[in-house]
DNA sequence: ACGCGTCTCCACAGGATCTTCACAATTCGC
DNA sequence: GCGAATTGTGAAGATCCTGTGGAGACGCGT
């Protein structure tokens, strides 16, 4: 995570947040530092302050956009100023008027983080967890390298289990959206689902499968 | 809840007023005590007041965030020191400009509280409480950073305090939200509630879950 | 119709978990 | 302080859940 904000103090007030909510942060204080940091760190994500010595972050978020697809923060002083931008179509992904609360961009930061991850990981026909690797197009497997051979629904069981890794995942959710069924209430059927997971299993490795017991499966990206 | 004011009298009211609205309050009279009763009792809220001895609430601020995301409300001395913290992006989610009522007061605190229990149960997947971190979807649970392995009932049971945090939860509630069950007048059975409050407390600490004797059981945040 | 691969279901065994019970320890009201 | 009510604790049986192997059902191409 890089923050660009030439006020030291603003930057040191969201740096420090950002850092107490886990993130990894470096910070920039002008245009230019701001677009060596980036391509030295290379952060998953960039807040920026649209007012900056060097060049202006309108700048700053071309080049570095330019370079690679990053989600942008902009940071403007004025809502006019965002309007501008928006007009621009300068490609932040987000904005944020100052002033503004600590929550709001901790929010926005977790929100545009959220949204990445899901479009990259679900417009990807590929899939990269760890050693695992999905091909969805091609329907085609491999884990530490050695391809593996899957039957349809054990793949389709298996992509569902890769778009939200780690998640639990109850039975009846896994028949509903894996197998189209419509299980209310109804307690039968639902040991199915165990006989895939052990198929997976005995494919893929004993370790890429968590059950949590009472309640269902979920994926371990091993990492 | 903390309170940081240099004035006493204020100090005492202002603890007073929300003491009497059910909250647990400590008091802080300078920057120092102010940081370091936010790192030993672990308030869910900071009242804080900005010119102090010691360092002023903008260094307490910025101090306190550093650590952990908790929401301040900032108390200034006139309007104009407001914009100015506004313009800082100290980080404070919420301000008041003396002279204010304790009406006012007390109606910000509650909306602040509001705001909070909202963004962090709405966000949904993740709770963070003090040093409890709970991920939902992947029923994990880790206090201090070691992590716990919890039975189905027992994460569904830290679960729901966990998203009441503070609230005293009767066994009759527990039962009939955690377990569906339906205790009209049976008054057999409530003590399965109290094992499975003894599991918790074994694997994530005593200190964890307070018991309010003749009513049932609150999930200590830090306090 | 037949063979083949795949899927669903079943029954059993072995764990894991839940509830209950009796008793010790604590708290509360007086 | 004292008695009554409430809670903490440990253990044990009952209950529930999952892993597993295999038997049949189903779809599909030949």
Redesign the pocket.
């Known amino acids: 995570m890089l923050v660009v904000e030439d006020d030291v103090t603003i930057a040191a007030s969201i740096a420090a947040r950002l850092r107490a909510e886990g993130f990894t942060v470096d910070v920039a204080h002008d245009g230019p530092a701001a677009v060596e940091a980036d391509a030295s760190v290379e952060p998953d994500l960039v807040v920026l302050d649209v007012m900056l010595p060097g060049f202006d972050g309108l700048e700053v978020c071309r080049r570095i956009q330019g370079r690679r697809p990053v989600p942008v923060l902009m940071l403007t002083a004025r809502a006019d100023e965002t309007d501008m931008l928006v007009g621009l179509g300068v490609g932040a992904d987000d904005y944020l008027t100052k002033p503004f609360s600590m929550r709001v961009l901790t929010a926005r930061v977790h929100a545009l983080l959220r949204r990445v991850e899901r479009s990259s990981s679900v417009a990807g026909t590929r899939i990269v967890l760890g050693d695992l690797e999905i091909d969805v197009d091609q329907r085609r497997v491999a884990r530490a390298g050695v391809a593996a051979?899957?039957?349809?629904?054990?793949?389709?069981l298996l992509v569902h289990f890769a778009r939200r890794p780690r998640a639990v995942q109850p039975?009846e959710r896994l028949l509903s959206e894996v197998?189209d069924?419509d299980v209310h209430g109804t307690?039968?059927?639902?040991?199915?689902?165990?006989?895939?997971?052990?198929?997976l299993?005995?494919k893929l490795g004993?370790d890429l499968?968590r059950?949590?017991?009472?309640?269902?499966?979920a994926l371990e990206a091993g990492s």
Chains 1, 2 share one sequence.
């Open positions: 051979q899957l039957t349809p629904i054990e793949f389709d039975r197998w069924w307690s039968a059927g639902t040991r199915a689902v165990d006989s895939h997971i052990k198929a299993r005995r004993a499968i059950t949590v017991h009472g309640v269902g499966y």
